[in-house]
């Protein structure tokens, strides 16, 4: 197999004093889709943010497109082709969708804008409807998907995302997993996808892993996860998960 | 508006009984508030106090709360019943822009025209001299609030200790010309140059602050720059400041009545000291256009947007790759820079200067004027800062209330209360600042093209 796109080696991330990540190994291969579940307060968001460099691993590394990016700056990473979606959307609320979508291709040098615009346009059209209607005036939904879209702004290679079902409704949930699923597909755009949403992110991802505690505790693919007794025990609670995974895809 | 009527028309008996009762209200509240305030007052006489007694100021300023409250119940708020209720600014204001496209030449040409229209109306050169002196002054402050509306307006820095930048710009100014013979327009970019160093200066401790504490350290940074200007006497002259600062010259002529380089001589006209100011008034509004130009410039270029999208989201910002950091300080130093001229502009006009003259009061000053304008809107400022400097400066001259309110009616001492009174008003009337809505800007080249485009269908 070749070298992975984006590898975390035994990182270790702290804040102060208090360790969040115990030694950390992920790696995400190009044109994969793959997701990080675990409870709230394992240290999924950390992980994010340690790869997009802030905070900082203080003990590891972690390598992209086979450099070392440990220690670099997060404006220099977002230069490198990687976008975070972050935690929480965080769009700018009182700019428009249209300079929320600018803000995104502030990395690029401004060419081929219209064609990213219209790529997030077909992937979302109503974010094409409200295009002059201020970020905080859109819907939950709207807004997520207004995050996702000002990330892709950027082209990236690998899209980090944080919790994008993160309080929505299951419709829009599958709707924002569908657009995911089709980037994936049509432009194999690689995807690393933090969830608590298990289920959903499980089906959608070719490999998986469960986190505890800032350790990787599992991992496998996709499928092999929604089967594993601890997962469904702990992350797909009572009926959901059960017979509609079995059933699988 | 049908709706509005029906709503206010059930709930209240009519809309005469409830205005008249709210300005009541409002009639009754002037009435407590004036009072004790107005009505008496303490006067020393031999040795001795005594109570003088203005009750008929106390009634007349009641009548006159009751007669404004019910006058707009009846006329501007009818229509909403009660007073307006917030407006949530939900799209952008499309109005906005074609009145703006109205405004800003009239403003322009109003701007040029001033020294002249005020030499007209209050007949002659010397009379004139006044509002003209009151322009330079407004100009000063505009572009205050344009440097520090960059700071706080776009970057959502609070920055209490704008007034050391100020300062700066004085007293680089104020030293060169002194003691290195330096022209204006020589020392005028190193002003802005060392204003601007200063900021980076401020900035670098501060970049991990936000918010109060933020404010405190910044309020402390221009108290600190006030104690060195106070102490280092050698280097600043200390407490009673610099005088005799040389005045610039125009293109080597000077303002004086004859002479080989005489102004007035030159051009065949007679001296007055008043060519000077106007001289001045265009110096100053020359500057303003600059710092105007760079500003709008700069919106719409990254880095502009960068210092809008930092106040809104500080971690959105850095997931997108915006150094928070150069974001931060380029923002301090242009802020400073625009600042340091303003300073320039303020030490040249007065001839001297003092740390008296960057009390903490100036900062807030300048703070309200940003703030009252609207958070960002360079034409906000223009209005609030005419109306906090030039409005509140002629209230010194509104000899004219004597005749309403009696003749121990002193229209300067009520001044800072007339002010404190305006900005309460000012804020409750427009909570987000006189012009709210912020006008999107453009920053990408293909966008132009785009927008048009998209800007169309996404309406359509
Ligand atoms: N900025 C921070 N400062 C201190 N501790 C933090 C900070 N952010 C997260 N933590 C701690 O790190 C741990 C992991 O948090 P996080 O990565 O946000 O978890 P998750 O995203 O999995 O819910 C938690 O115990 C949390 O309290
Ligand atoms: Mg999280």
């Known amino acids: 197999m070749s070298e992975p796109l984006l590898s975390v080696q035994g990182v270790k991330t702290y804040y102060g004093n208090i360790i969040a990540l115990r030694g950390v190994d992920v790696t995400v291969n190009s044109g994969e889709i793959v997701t990080l579940i675990g409870a709230n307060g394992a240290g999924k968001s950390t992980l994010m943010m340690t790869i997009f460099g802030s905070p900082q691993a203080r003990e590891g590394r972690v390598i992209y497109e086979g450099k070392d990016i440990t220690r670099r700056r997060p404006d220099e990473i977002a230069r490198m082709s990687m976008a975070l979606c972050p935690e929480g959307r965080r769009i700018f609320p009182r700019m428009t969708v249209f300079e929320n979508l600018q803000m995104g291709a502030i990395v690029t040098d401004g060419t081929g804008f219209d064609r990213d615009l219209e790529r997030v346009f077909t992937l979302f059209p109503r974010l094409k409807e409200r295009l002059q209607q201020r970020g905080g005036t859109l819907s939950g939904g709207e807004q997520q998907m207004l995050a996702i879209g000002r990330a892709l702004m950027s082209r990236p290679r690998v899209l980090l995302l944080d919790e994008p079902s993160l309080g929505l409704a299951p419709l829009i949930v599958k709707q924002i997993f569908n657009a995911l699923r089709e980037l994936n597909r049509s432009e194999g755009l690689t995807v690393f996808l933090v969830e608590q949403n298990a289920y959903h992110a499980l089906r959608l991802a070719h490999r998986g892993y469960v986190m505890v505690n800032g350790v990787i505790t599992l991992t496998g693919t996709g499928k092999e996860l929604l089967k594993r007794d601890e997962v469904r025990a702990a992350y797909l609670e009572g009926g959901k998960g059960g017979v509609e995974a079995a059933a699988g895809h | ?460």
Request: a positive charge; hydrophobic letters at 55%.
């Open chain 2, 1 to 460: 508006m049908a709706t509005d009527d029906a709503v206010s028309a059930r709930t209240e008996p009519s809309p005469v009984v409830a205005a008249l009762r709210d300005a009541a209200m409002w009639g009754l509240i002037t009435l407590l508030l004036t009072g004790p305030v107005v009505g008496l007052g303490t006067v020393a006489s031999s040795g001795t106090y005594g109570f003088i007694q203005r009750w008929p100021l106390v009634f007349s300023m009641t009548a006159i709360a009751f007669a404004v409250r019910f006058i707009l119940m009846m006329t501007v708020w009818r229509r909403r019943g009660a007073p307006a209720p917030r407006k949530v600014v939900a799209d952008l204001p499309k109005s906005l822009d074609s009145l703006r496209k109205l405004f800003i030449p009239v403003f322009v040409l109003l701007a040029f025209a001033y020294p002249f229209i005020s030499v007209f109306v209050a007949g002659g050169m010397t009379p004139g001299r006044y509002w003209i002196d009151l322009g330079v002054l407004v100009l000063t402050y505009i572009l205050l609030g344009w440097g520090l509306n960059i700071v706080v307006g776009l970057a959502g820095l609070l920055d209490l200790g704008y007034v050391a930048f100020y300062a700066v710009g004085a007293y680089t100014f104020a030293l060169l010309s002194m003691n290195y013979d330096l022209s204006f327009w020589v020392c005028l970019p190193i002003a802005g140059i060392i204003a601007a160093m200063f900021g980076v200066l401020l900035g670098f401790p501060v970049l991990r602050l936000r918010g109060d504490y933020l404010a405190i350290v910044t309020l402390a940074f221009g108290e600190i720059i006030r104690l060195v200007l106070i102490n280092w006497r050698e280097f600043t002259g200390g407490a009673s400041g610099i005088n005799r600062i040389p005045r610039p010259s125009f293109f080597g002529f000077e303002f004086v009545p004859s002479g080989p380089t005489s102004f007035a001589q030159f051009f065949g006209i007679t001296h007055s000291p008043v060519h000077r100011l106007i001289f001045f008034y265009y110096v100053t509004l020359l500057l303003a256009f600059v710092v105007l130009i760079i500003t709008i410039r700069l919106r719409r270029l990254p880095i502009g947007r960068a210092w809008e999208a930092l106040r809104e989201d500080e971690i959105a910002c850095r997931s997108l790759g915006i150094s928070v950091v150069n974001t931060k300080l380029t923002a301090f130093s242009l802020g400073a820079m625009f600042g340091g001229f303003a300073g320039t502009v303020f030490a040249a006009r007065q001839g001297y200067i003092s740390p008296q003259d960057f009390t903490f009061l100036t900062s807030a000053l300048v703070l309200a004027i940003v703030v009252l304008g609207g958070l960002g809107s360079n034409l906000g400022v223009v209005f609030s800062a005419a109306v906090l400097v030039g409005g509140v400066e002629m209230l010194r001259n509104l000899g004219f209330l004597k005749q309403i309110f009696g003749n121990d009616f002193d229209p300067t001492t009520y001044r800072m209360l007339i002010f404190g009174v305006l900005m309460v008003v000012i804020m409750v009337w427009r909570p987000r600042g006189l012009i709210s809505s912020r006008s999107p800007s453009v920053f990408l080249t293909e966008r132009k093209t785009v927008s048009a485009a998209m800007v169309h269908e996404g309406r359509g």
